[in-house]
């Protein structure tokens, strides 16, 4: 059993059930979607808190969004603690500056990668609070709900991927 988490891959029907097991213990046990784009608003919630107290309070979005440590807040270090993990096991850990297809199309220079990769950050940060929810909100949890909105949402996830794809892959790297 050990053995599956040392594979460089995993079987996707396994990672998918897996999803949907954790999925179903988010409503189970904490009576909500799960989802992570509203960690970022916590995080910035919270080290504004420790600015200014008042001018959190007196702000109407926190009073949905109350920047505090929850389940919720700690799907982001888990993410990164897990994929740590789960690249050590399968032995396919690398620190590098600019990933090799990203250097192939764009070039090496990693402040330009840098640049890109916080810009694309920021926009998937606005994005995801602008649609009311991330790819894991939509994607999983509302879909799983049968939302049309959710539903929506995550196939103009999955179309605006892959025509970016094919855009900066294909076009001006082809």
């Not at 982001?76 to 050590?88: K, L, R």
């Not at 590098?96 to 890109?116: C, E, K, L, Q």
């Not at 196939?155 to 790297?173: H, M």
């Amino acid at each position: 059993m050990f053995e599956y988490f040392m594979q460089a891959t995993w079987s996707p029907y396994v990672a998918g059930a897996s999803i949907g097991v954790l999925i179903c213990l988010s409503f189970l046990l904490a009576d909500r979607p799960l989802g992570c784009s509203s960690a970022f608003i916590k995080a910035r919630g919270m080290i504004e808190k420790s600015v200014s107290a008042e001018s959190v309070k007196k702000k109407e979005y926190y009073r949905d969004v109350i920047p505090q440590v929850d389940w919720s807040f700690m799907i982001i270090p888990g993410v990164i603690i897990g994929a740590f993990i789960s690249a050590m096991l399968s032995g396919q850990f690398h620190l590098y500056w600019v990933p090799s297809m990203w250097g192939n199309v764009f070039g090496y220079n990693a402040a330009i990668r840098i640049f890109w990769a916080l810009a694309g950050g920021i926009l998937l940060g606005l994005g995801a609070r602008w649609a009311g929810g991330c790819t894991s909100g939509h994607g999983l949890s509302g879909s799983s709900q049968l939302s049309l909105a959710s539903i929506v949402t995550a196939a103009c996830f999955f179309a605006g991927g892959i025509a970016t794809a094919f855009v900066i892959f294909g076009i001006i790297g082809g």
